[in-house]
């Protein structure tokens, strides 16, 4: 196998030729698209939704689903608006006892699912109306309106006036991630258990802490959506999460992950948060109704599966082994 | 020290289970550089035996030896640890890793977060692989090797964490011969290395081709341990498997009417790899269909109820050519009826009630003009039947996943006697069930066969068989290797039919 013929086969190789072609055309129809606003908004988009879909593939490379991305999003975020409104706490300690509450969420779910044996479906739906519950019981679903200003602005504003500031914990989780996954034996352990648990217990690795780690690590990364959230929005919004779940599957689903566990990749899944972004943006500047997003994010993610069948069909053919 | 002879030793092992003596007082004695067989008809004890040595069961009476010293396996790492690798008949792989990363799984999974030197794996895997005679690259992944190569890797994988004693598990199941062939060199050669080597396969020519020493099982006892197999031919293997005493077989002779066939099938081919397959069940008539695991009997009964395609040949039901494209053709056009092996997957609805159970093969008869089922109309169609069975449940509302085994297949059989099917293909109806139930089993068998039903069995039990059968068609690996008409009497039928598997 050639070096070209890898760059072929790589998960994210279609969604990016997809993402750069879709930026393209849509720009030669209305410049507006790739004006430096539009692009800014675009990248702010990525950065915010990558966080979120990051924190879902954690799980599905074990094989599992969290429903609850978006609870645990959500509590992150109205935390960490609150102690910094309410109990008057610097932005630093308040987003760390944010993500603090996202490991205790992850946690909760990680160490149900490995003790109990129910399954990751039952477990984090229910968590998920748990700790939405809890989210309206602090907040009488009242937003928090007082956001100190260092917070609005890493929000809005950019490194050099070129990088969003937004965008720098997701290249930094990004990567961390990349290397757990690639080349550390804790990310090999969650992949493996994806792909097949019963070998992965004859090697003494502990089924209960790898499945206990993935959604510990989804939570953290959950709960840091939340925080970039609030400061994307300038307010903390009870709401917060509420429309996370169907991008959080949608994106890694076009990046070719396998959701019965397994296989997932990093590039490849930030590649479909930003088809999914790209398209969202298009309907918008095109003046479509607001509710076809929807819709055509529902294609988008059949059409994905169906790729993924096809080529999984294709491999169990057997073609090119050796 | 006498015992040090052996790499690994089970003394007098034996193994209850509710009801069930599964090995009583069993040995085995593995030596280093030598392959040793491990043979048995099924249930001979055979799968409870290699659970015990590799740590899955714990024996109840006897003791374990490794190299000497007693050892006691709490579960399959220590047996590992104690140097017993083995290569399961399913892969345990993780198929998008390398080569090398299922190599030293192991070794790796301990440090969390230390970092992987992939080129440090590739170059440590290469020796292994190069012992086995590999010329593969260590970071391919898995995923992109054959079956048989995949098998190497384990093997590597096993050699690598120093095992003394590698068992294989019906290595050749999924080779072709050409990799049978190669395998059997590369056991050869880590013999020579001094490998201690356990193969358990139901293929006598392997075993006569391959293996040193032989222990043979039958009915959860030694028939005979580590004998050498240099004076043993594979007509001794046969016989020290089923044995020279007569078996008890209750058999009925049928009145055989000369009918023309009910289901025929002529020279077919299918996708799942069936060639040049030619039976006929008659009316009345029970044909009983034998091979190994693996001959393609169930696959064979999955194709003529249309689950699979049909490639050449030709089918005819009832003299006519047909071709079955679905499972509910074959039901509602043809009367063709399969009871499945696998009942808690295929044949029963665990959870749902008896009565469900039960009618689900004639909701779609019994729906009125609406299509609606009403429960008294299919009450009043299988309660005969589950009466008549004898089925032990509390009411016809009990979840079928809490009557126990035999109770289960009872009604997997009965929901075909209340379709009224005029084939009905019953494939291994007793597998795991109590002897009383089999024995009702039997009278139901022998009882539809009685009423005209053309019946297709599918069995591994050779007393089985030759208590029900009429005639015996004998499969292996997805061919017909002959017919024979069932005499009734046990060592004879029983020869004939070994001797036609391993022609």
Redesign the interface.
């Known amino acids: 196998m050639g070096r070209t013929s890898a760059y072929f086969q790589a998960d994210w190789f279609g969604p990016a030729v997809i993402s750069v072609l879709a930026v393209l055309v849509i720009g030669l129809i209305d410049r507006a698209f790739i004006s430096p606003a539009a692009l800014d908004v675009l990248i702010l988009a990525v950065a915010l939704n990558g966080m979120i879909v990051l924190s879902q593939m954690v799980v599905i490379a074990i094989g599992q689903m969290n429903l609850s991305v978006g609870g645990i999003g959500g509590l992150a975020a109205i935390s960490f608006a609150g102690l910094m409104q309410v109990q008057g706490l610097p932005p630093v300690a308040a987003a760390a006892i944010a993500l603090l509450i996202g490991v205790a969420a992850g946690l909760f779910n990680g160490w149900l699912i490995a003790t109990t044996g129910i399954s990751a479906f039952v477990i984090t739906l229910a968590s998920l109306s748990l700790f939405k519950g809890i989210n309206l019981g602090i907040t009488s679903a009242q937003p928090f309106y007082e956001i100190p200003a260092v917070v609005k602005a890493f929000g809005s504003e950019a490194l050099f006036d070129m990088l969003p500031f937004l965008s720098l914990p997701t290249i930094v989780i990004a990567f961390a991630l990349m290397v757990l996954l690639t080349r550390m034996p804790l990310g090999r352990n969650i992949l493996a258990v994806g792909a097949n648990p019963g070998a992965v217990a004859l090697t003494g690795v502990s089924l209960k802490w790898t499945v206990i780690a993935a959604h510990v690590i989804s939570g953290f990364l959950a709960a840091a959506a939340g925080v970039m959230a609030v400061a994307r929005l300038q307010i903390g919004l009870p709401t917060i999460g509420d429309d996370w779940l169907l991008l959080s599957f949608a994106a890694p689903v076009i990046g070719g992950a396998v959701l019965s566990g397994g296989h997932v990749s990093v590039g490849a899944t930030l590649w479909g948060v930003a088809i999914v972004a790209i398209i969202t943006q298009a309907l918008v500047l095109f003046k479509i109704d607001p509710y076809l997003v929807q819709a055509v994010l529902g294609l988008l993610i059949l059409w994905a599966v169906g790729i993924n069948r096809w080529r999984e069909v294709r491999a169990r053919k057997g073609e090119g082994k050796l | 020290m006498e015992t040090a002879r052996y790499a690994f030793e089970a003394r007098s092992v034996s193994k209850f289970f509710p009801g069930v003596k599964a090995l009583s007082e069993v040995s085995l004695k593995l030596s280093a550089g030598s392959i040793h067989a491990l043979l048995g008809e099924n249930g001979a004890g055979k799968s409870t035996l290699i659970k015990i040595v590799t740590g899955v069961y714990q024996p109840d009476q006897g003791s374990l030896f490794c190299s000497g010293q007693a050892c006691r396996f709490s579960g399959?790492?220590d047996a590992?640890a104690a140097g017993i690798g083995v290569v399961h008949q399913?892969r345990?792989?993780?198929?998008?890793?390398s080569i090398a990363?299922n190599i030293f799984?192991?070794r790796?999974?301990?440090?969390?977060?230390?970092?992987?030197d992939y080129k440090a794996l590739a170059r440590e895997a290469r020796p292994w692989l190069e012992r086995l005679g590999l010329d593969?690259d260590p970071a391919?992944p898995v995923?992109?090797?054959?079956v048989a190569?995949m098998q190497m890797v384990e093997i590597a994988r096993a050699l690598a964490l120093r095992s003394r004693v590698l068992l294989l598990d019906e290595p050749t199941a999924s080779l072709t011969p050409h990799e049978a062939e190669a395998l059997f060199a590369v056991l050869r050669k880590l013999r020579d290395e001094g490998v201690s080597m356990l193969f358990v396969s139901h293929k006598l020519e392997e075993v006569e081709q391959l293996c040193d020493t032989v222990t043979v099982l039958r009915d959860g006892n030694n028939v005979c341990d580590a004998r050498s197999t240099e004076s043993l031919g594979r007509q001794d293997f046969v016989h020290l498997m089923i044995g020279r005493t007569e078996q008890v077989v209750t058999r009925r002779d049928r009145e055989q009417e000369d009918v023309p066939p009910f289901l025929e099938l002529k020279s077919v081919s299918s996708a799942l790899g069936h060639r040049d397959i030619s039976l006929a069940v008659r009316p009345g008539e029970i044909v009983g269909l034998y091979g190994l695991v693996g001959a393609g009997r169930s696959e064979l009964a999955k194709v003529i109820i249309g689950r699979y395609p049909v490639t050449a040949g030709e089918i005819r039901v009832d003299q006519a050519p047909v071709k079955i494209r679905s499972v509910a053709q074959a039901i509602h056009r043809h009367g063709i009826g399969y009871v499945s092996e696998d009942r808690k997957h295929e044949g029963l609805i665990l959870d749902h009630s008896v009565l469900e159970n039960a009618g689900i093969t004639v909701w779609r008869r019994l729906a009125n003009c609406l299509g609606l089922v009403g429960d008294r109309s299919i009450r009043a169609l299988v309660e005969p039947h589950i009466r008549k069975l004898e089925v032990r449940t509390p009411s016809l509302h009990q979840k079928v996943g809490l009557l126990s085994g035999g109770n289960q297949q009872k009604i997997s059989v009965a929901k075909w006697l209340s379709a009224g099917v005029k084939l009905l293909i019953i494939d291994e109806p007793t597998v795991g069930i109590d002897i009383k139930s089999k024995a009702y089993l039997h009278e139901l068998i022998h009882e539809l066969a009685d009423k005209g039903t053309a019946v297709l069995l599918i069995s591994s039990d050779m007393p089985e068989m030759i208590s029900l059968a009429d005639r015996i068609v004998v499969m292996n690996a997805y061919r017909v290797q002959g017919e024979l008409a069932n005499t009734g009497e046990y060592a004879k039928v029983s020869a004939g039919i070994m001797n036609l598997i391993h022609d």
Do not use: A, D, Q, V
């Open positions: 399959p790492r590992m399913e345990n792989l993780i198929p998008r890793f990363e799984l192991e790796n999974g301990r440090h969390l977060f230390r970092m992987i593969l391919l995923s992109r090797l054959t190569k």
